[in-house]
């Protein structure tokens, strides 16, 4: 994850998902752009995201 102190935009990095019915699952809710993608972030980066975003709110 990198979070750019210029913008505050956040870039996640992570296994690129391609299983059609996980993909179609998300596409119901959220439909992707044709220049977006889908990456699985591991459980163990919870405490990592939100430390950025509570990093974030302190400014």
């Known amino acids: ?3 750019d102190e210029e913008t505050e935009d ?3 990095q992570g296994e690129e998902v ?3 019915e ?3 699952r998300l596409a ?3 439909p992707l752009l044709a220049t ?3 990456v699985r972030l591991p459980s163990r980066m919870i405490d990592i995201i939100l430390e950025a975003c ?3 709110e302190l400014r």
């Open 1 to 3: 994850m990198f979070r």
């Open 22 to 24: 996980t993909l179609e």
């Open 10 to 12: 956040f870039f996640f």
């Open 36 to 38: 977006e993608a889908v």
């Open 18 to 20: 391609t299983d059609k």
């Open 28 to 30: 119901v809710d959220s």
């Open 54 to 56: 509570r990093d974030r």
